[in-house]
């Protein structure tokens, strides 16, 4: 029976015949809440956001208050005595007005406890519609049965005018909200919609059309447009300046009650008998438009207004902020504007709508050409703009002078502006020669939106599902125009380069030098440049690019509310990277000192991800990223610096390995020592033959702990007496025992007696079994050799011999007898 938006959730409630009131979210189409009212039909329901109420009114006559958060029942009460109809909320004061077949009309105020205020008597029968003015808060009009509208004041309670026409009951009534005109609408059981002037008290209108009788009327809040809904099933859409029938909507759910339009949105909730819709009208994006010098104009319903950001002062702006704007006044434009574009040199603006478009100048609003056309472009050069007629037939003006038709050959479902005249068909992107309108290339794409570079060499072409970015080869395109060669029934092969694909849909866009900045729909404010995307800012809302400010630094977006926010995006960094791209590395050079110091980073991670390291290590300011960069470009002298001054374990790692790939082993072996890596060091000392580092290591790494490293180059240098000392040290018994057993006979006696005493300490059983060779040499044979044995390989050991020597040593009688003596400690050892 009727429909309400949430003003700010995405909410619909609908009340209902069989006695339940429903919220649905209508953004996931899921139910949200439901009251059980009554038993009888609820004929009204309706948001009061700033008290979190949904308030209803039923056939029991009673009007019960809902809480919505808490689903708590508020407040209830006896209305009338009889049906209650309707419901208004006041938009500002604690009121309610509520009709009903009683014939009355009911104010009640809930900050006192929710008393009648006030009764409306006139009407002669049921009173079916109620509704507020919105440019005057104590005035309201009903509609009623008794075939009148009766227009009433606050604080009087008998109306002030009538308005008589209908010739059956009237069932709904509107006011039209937009400035200029004093209107109400109704729409009455005669099948017929009125139109009324409420100062002159006239009819100025009636639309016929409906074949049942008008159950609800509506001026769109946004748009211009007329919504009527009628027992016939079917919505109707007029324009609400021309009366003009434009769209007939029929879904086929039986009688249509209610129609609910909301401010700010271009939604529209229908109530049917067998259920509700809720449908979107008209364009989302808001018509509006900004000249390189920071002037914007937009359109509010046909008024052209214009803020100029010059004026705004010198106050501090924050990123999305929105900007508080003196707004002037610049008439009022004789279509309903839907898209407003001012042309490259801003000196004028097209204003669109209802298939005509206006050229105004944007100093005063004065006009200066108009025509009908599907659609408008302006050209390249600020003294051209084509317009396409219809589906066939395209026109291309030059100051403001037809210069040229043409029917493209596969048609012109939309035409693009820019660089080169864009017509877009079934078979894809045709690229027109402004000139003479000769075809340059076809591509198969079918784009929603064409942006060209400035300097018309790279052009975006953004699709459903993303964007490509494309290069435009102009000579080659002339050299093919003279040659033609190369030229097909698709037009010139080589116009165009593909720079590369994004799988991003672009909304707004535009081009600042070589970078593509855009909004996407996921609500991110980007910018491409050289294959890389950039992110500005997330943006809350769907924004609408107006412009760029080189001066200010500064990126305009608006949105459909035409607030208008903004975002700092440095220009210097702009030209720095579109200086890259162009491999311009003088206009580089020149630019880089007005990058901010923390803005170079960033800068020098576009450099390195385009190749050019050499000057990303030059421009950035980030050690762990110049770091990286100095190991890749092998800049050892650099990476020393910054491993220098990080103090890093990890940096002088990757140093040392890099210093070794290099062979510079000195710088290596230094590396190395920082980043204690003695595996690394032991490797080196090794491997390099040099025994001065062997040495150094060793004494290095026991006095660290690092036993293994230790040993082993004690152990290289044949310092046998530290090996036997070092797994003392660190209590390891038996390998110490086994060590003297094979090395250092001498020590056998020592080592076991230390090891007997810590074994027995948790084992005396297995300590005694231990033998100790002074006690038990009939267990040893041939101790008494490896005594000699010790003594004569002692100085052998430790004088120090280089490689070249290895093929002159020879298998000595002693080590023979060592190696006999090494089989047998080892089976004595093991018991
Ligand atoms: C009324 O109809 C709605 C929708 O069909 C349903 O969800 C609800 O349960 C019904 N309420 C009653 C009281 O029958
Ligand atoms: C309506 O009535 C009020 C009070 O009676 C009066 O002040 C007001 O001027 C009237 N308005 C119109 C439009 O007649
Ligand atoms: C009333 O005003 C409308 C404009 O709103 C005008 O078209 C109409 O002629 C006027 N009627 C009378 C009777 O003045
Ligand atoms: C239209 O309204 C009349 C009362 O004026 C009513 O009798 C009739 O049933 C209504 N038509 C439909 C289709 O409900
Ligand atoms: C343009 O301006 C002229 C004179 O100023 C006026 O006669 C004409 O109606 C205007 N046309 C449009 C479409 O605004
Ligand atoms: C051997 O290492 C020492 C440092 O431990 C170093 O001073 C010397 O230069 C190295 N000798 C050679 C030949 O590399």
Redesign the pocket.
């Known amino acids: 029976k009727s429909v309400d938006l949430h003003p700010t959730e995405p909410w619909m409630v609908a009340s209902l015949y069989n006695g339940s009131v429903c919220v649905w979210n209508h953004e996931t189409q899921t139910l949200v809440k439901t009251f059980e009212v009554c038993d009888l039909p609820v004929r009204v329901a309706k948001f009061v956001a700033r008290k979190h109420w949904v308030i209803a009114g039923a056939d029991d006559m009673q009007i019960r208050v809902f809480n919505y958060n808490t689903l708590e029942r508020a407040h209830m009460f006896e209305a009338h005595s009889d049906y209650i109809r309707c419901i208004a909320v006041h938009p500002t004061q604690p009121y309610i007005l509520t009709s009903s077949d009683d014939m009355l009309i009911k104010l009640w105020d809930w900050d006192r406890k929710w008393v009648c205020g006030q009764v409306f008597e006139g009407h002669t029968h049921y009173v079916m519609q109620i509704v507020i003015n919105p440019k005057d808060n104590n005035q309201f009009a009903s509609a009623s049965l008794d075939r009148t509208i009766k227009v009433w004041q606050l604080g009087s309670s008998s109306p002030n005018f009538t308005l008589e026409g209908h010739e059956k009951g009237v069932n709904c009534i509107d006011y039209y909200s937009g400035g200029d005109k004093p209107y109400l609408i109704s729409g009455a059981d005669d099948r017929l919609v009125k139109i009324w002037d409420y100062q002159n008290k006239t009819c100025v209108q009636t639309l016929e059309g409906h074949t049942q009788n008008v159950s609800c009327v509506s001026f769109h809040p946004e748009l211009p447009i007329i919504l009527t809904g009628s027992e016939d099933g079917t919505v109707r859409v007029w324009h609400s300046s021309t009366y003009r029938l434009e769209n007939t909507l029929n879904y086929g759910m039986e009688r249509v009650w209610c129609v609910c339009g909301q401010r700010g949105a271009n939604s529209v909730a229908l109530g049917y008998d067998e259920g509700s819709i809720i449908i979107k009208l008209g364009r989302e994006e808001p018509a509006m438009s900004m000249d390189s010098n920071g002037k914007i104009m937009w359109a509010k319903h046909s008024e052209v207004q214009q803020a100029n950001l010059k004026a705004m002062g010198e106050a501090e702006i924050q990123d999305g902020e929105r900007l508080s704007l003196a707004v002037k006044d610049m008439g009022s434009c004789e279509i309903y504007p839907q898209t407003i574009q001012h042309n490259p040199n801003g000196r004028f603006v097209v204003v669109c709508g209802d298939g005509e478009y206006i050229i105004y100048t944007a100093m005063a609003l004065r006009n200066k050409s108009f025509g009908s056309a599907q659609e408008f472009v302006w050209g390249h050069d600020s003294s051209e703009y084509a317009t396409r007629e219809s589906t066939s037939m395209v026109k291309i003006f030059k100051n403001f002078k037809e210069n040229k038709y043409f029917k493209p050959d596969f048609g012109a479902e939309g035409i693009h502006g820019g660089f080169l005249l864009g017509v877009r068909s079934v078979s894809g992107l045709a690229f027109y020669d402004w000139e003479n309108t000769e075809l340059v290339r076809r591509i198969e794409i079918q784009p929603k939106h064409v942006f060209w570079s400035e300097s018309g060499e790279l052009v975006c072409i953004a699709t459903e599902e993303s964007f490509f970015v494309l290069r435009y080869l102009a000579e080659k395109v002339a050299t093919a125009q003279e040659t033609k060669e190369g030229v097909t029934e698709d037009g010139i092969e080589d116009a165009f380069e593909v720079l590369g694909e994004i799988q991003e849909v672009v909304k707004t866009g535009l081009w600042v030098g070589d970078c593509f900045i855009y909004t996407s729909s996921v609500n991110r404010l980007n910018y491409y440049v050289g294959g890389e995307i950039v992110t500005v800012a997330h943006l809350d809302r769907t924004m609408y690019l107006l412009g760029y400010i080189p001066k200010d630094d500064r990126l305009y977006l608006g949105d459909k509310e035409l607030n208008i926010v903004t975002y700092s995006l440095l220009v210097s960094v702009l030209e720095y990277q579109t200086a890259v791209m162009r491999r311009d590395f003088g206009m580089a050079d020149r630019v880089l000192p007005t990058i901010p110091k923390e803005m170079r980073t960033r800068v020098a991670h576009f450099l390195e991800k385009q190749g050019f390291m050499q000057q990303a290590l030059a421009v950035s300011t980030d050690s762990e990223h110049r770091f990286e960069l100095a190991l890749q470009l092998g800049e050892l002298k650099i990476a020393y610096q910054l491993a220098v001054e990080a103090e890093s374990e990890q940096k002088w790692k990757q140093l040392a390995e890099l210093a070794t790939t290099k062979c510079q ?2 710088l290596a ?1 230094e590396c190395l020592h920082h980043a204690q890596d003695y595996g690394g060091l032991l490797l080196l ?1 090794t491997a ?1 033959g ?4 062997v040495g ?2 060793a004494e290095g790494a026991e006095r660290d702990g690092k036993t293994n490293v230790a040993f082993l180059t004690y152990f290289l240098q044949g310092k046998l007496d530290k090996c036997l000392e070092l797994l003392i040290k660190t209590n390891r018994l038996p390998e110490a025992a086994f060590l003297a057993r094979t090395y250092l006979p001498s020590h056998v006696s020592r080592v076991v007696n230390l090891w007997k005493e810590s074994l027995g300490k948790v084992n005396q059983k297995a300590a005694d079994a231990l033998a100790n060779p002074t006690d038990y040499s009939n267990l040893f044979p041939g101790l008494q050799e490896a005594f000699l044995a010790e003594e004569y390989l002692k100085e052998t050991h430790v004088r120090l011999r280089p490689a070249a020597e290895y093929p002159l040593i020879t298998v000595s009688r002693y080590t023979h007898i060592l190696g006999t003596f090494l089989i047998n400690s080892i089976f004595s050892l093991v018991f």
Request: no cysteine; glycine share 0%.
């Open positions: 082993f000195v072996q000392a390099s040099n025994t001065t580092m150094k290591l």
